[in-house]
């Protein structure tokens, strides 16, 4: 299939305007009134509060409204599963929860109001280590967790390891009998934050049909709303969610943050209420990627065969666990790699902590479960003798196969793409001395979703979408007008985007998230534009007398034949405009999955223990490319990302206490950092929808790390198993082994 | 932010006798070059002053003049210009590195060089608000039972920051000097002097009083024969501070020391001077053993805290390859 539009790169649909500084966020809008408010966040990581004194406060100058937890008794917000306190109740959890707020004229004022709040503190046990907080014994940190909503399974006795799920296939004993060779090891993981430029930030406006108005920068607004009315229990159709620009998502704006306290202060007050969380309190209170402990055994024969392979998680949940989409992480079980064995077993819990809570970030859980598979892979791929690529190769999964966890897919290219890297990268040249080549693979189906979108053609010559998807940065609404354009034979740039609010788009639209958006996007805009010009060429057959199988479009006209005709001139003729719709209902399990491998090469210094990373390979199972420069940014972002996570990033907590409060501190990589990066797409017919693409924003963020690790041994012969992978780990590990 | 006065200073005068003033009132005051370090500062609730007197708007004192001695620097000569200085380059051998390893290029096109030699520390307790450190008036140094990975491992105690100034080790090994400005008038000392262990006193990095301001450095030429070595080793490749940093100035002829200097950056709370070193190294021929053994003898005494041993071993590693590297 050939076409115009569709497959060729097309500048972004937001570029000119987050250049020049037009595009409106959620801190440009301000409303006559507007109240600031911030929060008093707990110093303690698990304590009573015996007492909150808030008298001094409320006689502060400018103070118009104060909460505490006596206030929002009993309310619980969360994404789907709730368990998060609006404002901390009787007991705190971490530190940096919120235990009080202020809403004044003025965010001075707001913030000297806090210091006048007395609290009385009685501390409690407190537990940090993820692994001791799963086990029976372990301070208690949300007794009441089997009365939470959306909690997947009940316990007998409440525990902190509030989601178990295990999978398991064949029998995992039986299997560790059959293997020659049974390697185990332990993999640590810390927590890093997404880094986005704007914070968390909402403005909340109780108007005066008395609707709840929320401009907020999150990428799910209809779940937003569901959250606001699930929690306060009132209708949904009682908030409006307005569009505003995102800054910046990487998977961390699903969730509602200040939204819930911004409404109560703004029906407290009678005033619009915004909130902007400070970068420091993005550290110590945003909801980071997990942390997590992984203990992987694999049993293989002598040829190198895999038989049995058991992954057991801990991931750290911090004190809540409402900041994801469902309470399970499904991601890390993809610690389960992309081999065929007849037994395994997969156990992943997600685990109460006092420490910050965790949240969602780009490809939730497999940065984590690749990082501990794919290098333990290397590991037992070394221990029988054999090259780690060889060993994969041998191992990987094949058409018919399916995956450790029970997916099944169809298309599989797991051993293309690895040959694909392999060749692109020079795997098999030559190395000079403490020079290390390390691979790693993962793979991610695009999520599903639903969807509506509707295309207006207009007399006045407009062609204009309207959608209630947000556009979260990564391009999706240039997706979307490349295939109205394709569809209508028009030029993108013609076309406008209007983005719905949550009265206007339909309200089950699931958002942004999961690398859903391409593929959900595209077939509703495919159908809508479909739809529209449908209706558009039976007017004219009815108008013009053309028989309709014979029009075609072009641009602002309707051919036929030599004849050409203007659409808008006919439509102002019968003074209204053609609508096309479209309903996606697409969110099922995806037929086909997308693999992606990687090759890192580095250098280590081996007296300081330094590792350049000279050069990072990857390639990817795709379908249909919609934008290429689209597409390649994402590749590029997300191995960035992926550096970061693998060589520099963590946010360091201390007995529940985030030590960093800045971006000095908290380091991601910047360009220096960044070696040359080269992609190989293998790019095939299979894919979803009309046409036919799979994901990419998830896909090349996990690899990385592992690929640098197994790089590292390969140069020095040294296995750092904790993230991330820094001079000083690579510095200790070598003279620990050469004495 | 707490919101604050800022004074754009005319002279240096004005800016010494507002500090004093203020001083005597009791209001916090302080004075900013290029505001890049102390900005995040007060954003992070760090510091919050009364007044903020800015020094930029005083007139000619961000010269960089080559005098036949060698080299005076204005207080508010941004790092940019000291990076980019062709002469300065070229004769003072490793100070353009040194400021072209600080931080960030947007950093070093408003950061000064005062700025840079008076910078508070990036300790991370410090720069939080959820942490009263000893430096900022609470009872203890979280390094020593926290997180020291990035602390100090000589000359600390009771407070184990490092001094976070890339150009500062540079200078020291130049031997420059620095001029200060005060109620009492003008007075010239060796930047070595400039810089306060914690074990004097543990709230301040220097020994500036209240109403002094820096207003000069002066770098003398190198002399005739000599060699430098700068080398930062940071964990992102900009914007970072240094786990180590070693800065050498060799003066030798066929081989043999006649003077060396060897500072340390990033492993104590002042530019640490490597005396035992370089007293060692003076008359020597410069080969592996003897720069291994000056490597040794300057991490003498070095008491690491338990996170942060590995930079006794890298601090070596680098002085060798620096030695090695000068003739
Ligand atoms: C994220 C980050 C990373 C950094 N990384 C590095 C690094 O790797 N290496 C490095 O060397 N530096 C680093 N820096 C520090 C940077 O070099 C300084 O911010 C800059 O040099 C300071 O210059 P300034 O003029 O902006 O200082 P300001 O912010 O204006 O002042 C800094 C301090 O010096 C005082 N001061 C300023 N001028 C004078 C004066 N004339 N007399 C007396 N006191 C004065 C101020 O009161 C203040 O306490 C970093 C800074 C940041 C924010």
Redesign the pocket.
């Given at each position: 299939m050939s076409y115009q539009v569709v497959g060729k790169s097309t500048p972004r649909t937001d570029n000119t305007a987050k250049v020049t500084g037009e595009a409106r966020y959620t801190s440009d809008v301000l409303l006559p009134g507007t109240l600031w408010a911030k929060t008093l966040r707990s110093p303690h990581a698990h304590a009573r509060i015996v007492q909150i004194d808030t008298s001094r406060a409320e006689r502060a100058p400018g103070v118009r409204a104060i909460l505490t937890g006596n206030d929002v008794r009993g309310i619980l917000y969360g994404r789907r599963y709730r368990d998060i306190s609006v404002l901390a109740q009787d007991k705190v959890r971490f530190i940096g929860e919120r235990v009080a707020a202020v809403a004044a004229d003025t965010l001075e004022q707001a913030e000297a109001a806090l210091d006048l709040i007395d609290v009385r503190y009685e501390d409690l046990p407190a537990v940090f280590d993820v692994v001791a907080a799963a086990k029976d014994g372990a301070p208690l940190i949300h007794p009441d967790m089997n009365n939470y909503k959306g909690l997947p399974k009940q316990f007998d006795q409440p525990t902190n390891a509030f989601v178990q799920d295990v999978f398991t296939r064949g029998d995992i004993a039986s299997g560790f009998a059959q293997a020659d060779v049974i390697v185990e090891n332990t993999y640590t993981v810390p927590r890093v934050h997404q880094g986005f430029l704007e914070p968390h930030c909402c403005l909340v406006w109780i108007d005066e049909q008395e609707r709840i108005q929320i401009w907020s920068p999150c990428k799910v607004p209809q779940g937003l709303k569901s959250s606001m009315a699930a929690a306060f229990d009132i209708p949904k159709e009682k908030i409006r969610v307005n569009p505003v620009t995102i800054g910046g998502d990487f998977g961390g704006k699903g969730a509602p943050f200040d939204e819930p306290i911004a409404y109560l202060l703004a029906l407290r007050s009678g005033r619009p209420v915004k909130m902007v969380m400070e970068y420091r309190e993005e550290f110590i209170a945003g909801a980071p990627r997990h942390s997590g402990v992984m203990r992987l055994k694999t049993g293989v024969k002598r040829d190198g065969t895999m038989v049995a392979h058991e992954m057991e998680a801990y991931l750290d949940a911090g004190a809540y666990g409402g900041f994801r989409p469902g309470a399970v992480i499904g991601g890390v079980a993809h610690a389960g790699g992309c081999y065929r064995a007849a037994h395994a077993r997969i156990s992943v819990s997600r685990v109460y902590t006092n420490n910050l809570p965790g949240g969602q970030f780009r490809a939730p859980g497999e940065p984590q479960g690749v990082f501990a598979a794919e290098s333990h892979i290397d590991c037992v791929a070394r221990k029988v003798g054999m090259d780690p690529a060889a060993f994969r190769m041998k191992n990987l999964m094949v058409e018919g196969d399916e995956t450790l966890t029970g997916s099944h897919y169809k298309d599989i290219k797991a051993k293309e793409t690895l040959t694909a890297v392999l060749k692109a990268s020079g795997y098999d040249a030559p190395k000079a001395k403490n020079i290390g080549r390390g691979v790693a693979m993962g793979y991610r189906g695009p999520g599903g979703g639903n969807t509506a979108m509707q295309l207006s053609l207009n007399p006045d010559g407009s062609v204009v979408i309207h959608t209630g998807l947000f556009e979260q940065g990564t391009g999706t609404y240039t997706t979307i007008r490349q295939i109205v354009a394709e569809e209508l034979r028009c030029d993108p740039e013609t076309i406008r985007i209007d983005t719905l609010d949550t009265d206007l788009g339909v309200s089950y639209d699931s958002g942004i998230g999961g690398s859903r958006g391409t593929r959900v996007a595209s077939s509703a805009a495919y159908s809508a534009a479909c739809d529209a010009r449908e209706k558009l060429l039976t007017m004219a057959e009815k108008l013009l007398n053309w028989p309709k199988a014979e029009i075609t479009l072009d641009g602002d006209f309707l051919v036929h034949q030599k004849k050409r005709q203007r659409w808008d001139e006919l439509l102002k003729g019968i003074g209204r405009a053609i609508t096309g719709e479209a309903v996606t209902r697409d969110d099922g399990h995806s037929p086909v999955t997308a693999f992606a491998a990687q090759v890192a090469e580095v250098a280590v210094d081996s007296a300081t223990g330094e590792v350049t990373l000279r050069k990072l390979t990857t390639a990817h199972d795709t379908g249909a490319i919609m934008n290429p420069v689209g597409h390649q940014g994402q590749i590029d972002g997300g191995v960035v990302q992926g550096v970061g996570y693998g060589m520099i990033e963590y946010l360091p907590v201390l007995d529940g206490k985030v030590e960093v409060a800045n971006?000095?501190e908290y380091k991601l990589p910047n360009i220096q950092d960044i070696p040359v990066l080269k992609t190989v797409i293998v790019e095939s017919a299979s894919g979803v929808g009309p046409y036919k693409v799979k994901g990419i924003g998830e896909n090349p963020i996990s690899p990385v790390a592992p690929a640098i690790a197994n790089a590292i041994e390969d140069a020095v012969g040294v296995r750092i198993r904790d993230l991330p992978l820094t001079a000083e780990k690579v510095y200790r590990a070598l003279r620990e082994k050469n004495g | 932010m707490k919101s604050f006065e800022n004074i754009d200073a005319k002279s240096v005068k004005e800016a010494v006798g507002l500090l004093s003033k203020f001083h005597q009132q009791k209001k916090l005051a302080?004075?900013?070059?290029?505001?890049?370090?102390?900005?995040?500062l007060m954003k992070d609730h760090v510091v919050e002053p009364d007044y903020v007197i800015n020094?930029k708007t005083i007139p000619g004192l961000d010269y960089i003049r080559e005098e036949r001695g060698g080299f005076r620097i204005g207080?508010l000569a941004k790092?940019a210009d000291i990076e980019e200085h062709a002469a300065i380059r070229d004769k003072l051998l490793i100070l353009a590195a040194a400021a072209g390893?600080?931080?960030?290029p947007q950093?070093?096109n408003?950061?000064?060089i005062?700025?840079?030699l008076?910078?508070?520390p990036?300790c991370w307790y410090f720069r939080s608000s959820n942490f009263t450190c000893l430096r900022k008036g609470g009872q203890s140094c979280f390094t020593v039972t926290g997180d020291g990975r990035f602390h100090a491992i000589l000359g600390a105690g009771p407070s184990y920051i490092v001094h976070?100034?890339?150009?500062a080790p540079a200078l020291v090994a130049l031997g420059a000097q620095i001029k200060i400005a005060g109620p009492a008038g003008e007075k010239n000392i060796p930047l070595e002097k400039f810089f306060l262990l914690p074990s004097v006193d543990y709230r301040r990095e220097n020994i500036?009083n209240p109403g002094?301001?820096?207003?000069e450095i002066f770098v003398p030429m190198p002399k005739a024969g000599s060699k430098g070595f700068h080398h930062k080793l940071r964990e992102r490749q900009a914007?970072?501070?240094?786990i180590v940093a070693v800065d050498t100035i060799v003066e030798s002829s066929g081989g043999v020391v006649r003077n060396a200097h060897v500072v340390m950056g990033g492993v104590a709370p002042i530019p640490w001077r490597a005396t035992k070193a370089e007293e060692f190294l003076r008359g020597k021929k410069l080969d592996e053993a003897s720069a291994k053994q000056a490597g040794e003898l300057a991490l003498e005494g070095a008491k690491p805290l338990k996170d942060n041993v590995y930079k006794i071993k890298l601090a070596q590693e680098l002085i060798q390859r620096g030695l090695l590297a000068s003739v």
């Open positions: 971006f000095g | 302080a004075v900013v070059g290029g505001g890049s370090e102390f900005l995040q020094l207080a790092l390893d600080a931080a960030s950093i070093r408003a950061g000064t005062a700025g840079n008076c910078q508070r990036f976070p100034s890339d150009t500036l002094e301001i820096v207003t914007w970072d501070h240094a």
